[in-house]
């Protein structure tokens, strides 16, 4: 198995993974994101694996960062920004041959750090992160405050 780059907005399978990673994004959005990713392609990767039996079943997107990444000791990072495997193609495999395609474009983009987050109530993604080799570097609760003033009304 081995994970091929994705390289055109026109792939339908690059659309239909990251709407099932990100429901809530509409398709404009998607679709916004994946032409950005693809202008900048020093600083950005996305890669697919697909099935014979089943077709694609996952992809990763992968960028290179500069600033603050948590737990990493140089800069620039590779940051592994999504990873997706279907139900149907879990636990054979896929999400490993993934993040060492990121790895690998990472080390080649002068990287020696690879990174990732997940969010704090997504223990799927955790355990799955360990599996692969990452180590938890920091837990975080973010909070944020509106500063526009409220309505008296």
């Known amino acids: 198995m081995r994970p091929e780059p994705l390289s055109s907005v026109e792939d339908p399978d690059w659309l239909r993974l990251r709407s099932e990673l990100w429901p809530d994004c509409s398709v404009a959005e998607h679709i916004d994101e994946m032409r950005s990713f693809l202008i900048e392609l020093s600083r950005f990767a996305q890669f697919v694996v697909r099935l014979p039996e089943l077709g694609a079943v996952g992809f990763a997107e992968a960028s290179i960062r500069s600033d603050y990444v948590a737990g990493a000791s140089s800069s620039p990072v590779g940051f592994l920004e999504g990873l997706y495997v279907v139900p149907l193609a879990r636990r054979r495999g896929v999400a490993r041959a ?55 009304a």
């Open 98 to 152: 993934l993040v060492q395609e990121v790895a690998a474009w990472a080390i080649g983009m002068g990287c020696s750090e690879l990174a990732s987050d997940t969010e704090i109530s997504n223990t799927l993604s955790q355990a799955a992160h360990l599996r692969l080799g990452f180590t938890e570097a920091e837990r975080i609760v973010c909070f944020n405050m509106s500063l526009s003033p409220k309505n008296d």
